[in-house]
T-cell receptor
């Protein structure tokens, strides 16, 4: 069964450094998402992406964050200058559609996550 | 604003006992509700959604719009049900289409 994959599984970086988290969504999926979970807190939506542009983003997704689909398979999240509070588990998800025009939201399939530690 | 509340962080039951994981939501439009599960060392995966009205692994959940609740129930818990359970909400045909809002999760432990 196809799965969403994420690399690396764990990333340690110094405050102020740039990081790029990588995701390979399921191949026929068209909608891509990033979520994050700070330790002990809720899973929070960051951004959704479709047709090479951002569909929706949360207040967390400020100018320090960007997303890109550089080729036909990868979907990346870049944090330009990491802060201590960016330490979290970052989950990528993908779905065939968002469900607009159908009877409901399409199922999102999640990757295993990347644990980002900012020192 | 959309919000999901799971009042219990931890829930322990014995094998064979009924289990109910509570979920309440706040949303101004028509929501779609989901339960996601994360077993130990595995990824988040969809357990069930209210639109499907199906039973997965013996679990059911009914959307109660009057009480704004979507509690997850199973009549006879099994040890393999031990996991973290997340209730989540998405706006149906709204501006938050596709965006999932999660509750804080409930860790269910089923003792032998």
């Amino acid at each position: 069964e196809p799965e969403v994959t994420q690399t690396p599984s764990h990333q340690v970086t110094q405050m102020g450094q740039e990081v790029i988290l990588r995701c390979v969504p399921i191949s026929n999926h068209l909608y891509f998402y990033w979520y994050r979970q700070i330790l002990g807190q809720k899973v929070e939506f960051l951004v959704s992406f479709y047709n090479n542009e951002i569909s929706e983003k949360s207040e967390i997704f400020d100018d320090q964050f960007s997303v890109e689909r550089p080729d036909g398979s990868n979907f990346t999240l870049k944090i330009r200058s990491t802060k201590l509070e960016d330490s979290a588990m970052y989950f990528c998800a993908s779905s065939v559609s968002s469900g607009i025009g159908t009877s409901g939201t399409d199922t999102q399939y999640f990757g295993p996550g990347t644990r980002l530690t900012v020192l | 604003a959309q919000r999901v509340t799971q009042p219990e962080k931890l829930l322990s039951v014995f094998k064979g006992a009924p289990v109910e994981l509570k979920c309440n939501y706040s949303y101004s439009g028509s929501p779609e509700l989901f339960w996601y599960v994360q077993y130990s060392r595995q990824r988040l995966q969809l357990l069930l959604r209210h639109i499907s009205r199906e039973s997965i692994k013996g679990f059911t959940a009914d959307l109660n719009k009057g009480e704004t609740s979507f509690h997850l129930k199973k009549p006879f818990a099994q040890e393999e049900d031990s996991a973290m359970y997340y209730c989540a909400l998405s706006g149906l045909r709204g501006t938050s289409y596709g965006k999932l809002t999660f509750g804080q999760g409930t860790i269910l432990t089923v003792h032998p």
